[in-house]
């Protein structure tokens, strides 16, 4: 067994140990499995919600889109933290308010329940829009990290994926939601440190910035172009699109529910900032890694590492195959054990709310069933399993399309519903549908590139309001 594979197992042992040890803390309720009993620390939801958020989607994702388009990746950057700076402004202290007094778990709940009383339409729409989408999500993170496994030590995708999928039952087994905000929260130290010790060693490889800039203008002009080119609506639809992806964390139910179970709504200000003290360097880190990977690597795009595999997919090897040819065999393991386990603790507390969305909103006669909890837990990660393992879509393409319908789907109803609009169940369907509807069909035309679906997305859906009211 060589030194890579121990590191990695070594460091992986110790990630999972952590989660598994929230089991201490455990109290075999439904409210604790879904929300950890609503008192998890400022520091602790924060550090959680930018891990959970940004683990396969930067490492794999982010890092491959800037190796193909370049420097222009940054509006991306500046995009989503504005949008997200607005969620946390407007979205996530009400949700902390109205889920506690609503007493509701779950994103759909919380969009159907008012003080007049249920609309289990909404909820049973909602719960099945979660089930469904937030499972694709899952499935990318196990897919994220089951490529990272591929890349290094040469096994079939599938073993990452099982190996994934074990993860995160034993994790969702032992502590439910604590577990992944306990996990999370290690893990963001360590996808910090990866970044920055990949950087370093890169910069002595490649150089400084100046001759990254002037390695990337040789192997191709339009990778240091600040602004995209033959944009169809204009730079600043493209820059609204990206602020609009941002903001669509309103719509995330595994983002959310961070700020549901956080200690109270006067520490929300100071997760604030803890959050984005985090996630901007990150981000920064994440596209610098994606220019120094071209610079060092720029044959990713003709020569696929693996049989079959697409040439874009194979950007998304990256960071892993930079890892490999750089760093020492003890923080190759590290990386990829830090990887590997965030995306797998993103992906449990994804499939934790799809369960919810089983148990507390699909069928709520298993709503104070801790047992059902746990079979639904089962039967989600069966099914983000085999999308994994079947999905010929990459980790960033699919985490984008599941952001995108989420965001535009449970994000514009929940906003009204939180500033205390009275939506009929008509006028909440037609905006559900409507929104999810046009992410998918923006996709498919192929304007994604011009304008992030997630704006038009969210339009359709706020254009549904007028007419639902006009239509009841």
Partial sequence: MTTVVISFLFFLGVFVLIGVSSARACKN?????????????????????????NSGFMFIGQIAY??????????????WVMGDLVAWWLVHPRVRRESENMEVATVPALIGTTKQGEKRIIIILGGLMTFVLLGVYAAAQLKAGSTALQTLFGWQPQIGAIIGAVIVVLYCFSGGIRASIWTDAAQSFVMIIAMATLLIAASFE???????????????????????????????????????GGFGAIGQPHILVRF???????????????????????????IAVGLYARAYMPDLLSIPLTEGMTATQATELAMPEMARRLLPDVLVGLTLAGLFSATMST??????????????????????SYVASKLATL????????????????????????????GAGLGPPLLLRLFGVQLSSLTITLMMTAGVGTVIAWNTI??????????????????????????E
């Fill in 29 to 53: 309720t439904t409210d604790d499995y879904l929300l950890a009993g609503r008192n998890v620390p400022p520091w602790l939801a924060a550090l959680s919600a930018v891990a959970t958020n």
């Fill in 379 to 406: 039967a989600v990660t069966a099914l983000a399993l085999s999308v994994a393992l079947f999905a010929g879509q990459g980790v960033f393409s699919l985490v984008l399309i599941a952001w995108s319908a989420l």
């Fill in 446 to 471: 192929g304007y994604d590139g011009d304008v992030f679906k997630l704006l038009p997305g969210m339009a359709a859906s706020f254009l549904m309001w007028p007419i639902g009211r006009i239509l």
């Fill in 66 to 79: 800037t190796y193909r388009v370049g420097i222009e990746s940054v509006w991306m950057m500046i995009g």
């Fill in 347 to 368: 992906a449990d507390s994804q499939i934790l709310v799809c369960s919810g969305a089983i148990t507390q909103d699909i069928n709520p006669n298993w709503k104070g």
């Fill in 206 to 244: 490649v150089g400084l910035p100046a001759d990254v800039w002037m390695n990337l203008e040789s192997q191709d002009p339009e990778l240091v172009r600040w602004f995209p080119s033959d944009l169809k609506f204009g730079f600043a639809m493209y820059l609204l699109g990206m602020t609009f």
């Fill in 260 to 286: 549901m179970a956080i200690r109270s709504i006067d520490e929300i200000q100071r997760a604030k900032w803890i959050y984005f003290l985090w996630f901007i360097p990150f981000f920064i880190a994440s």
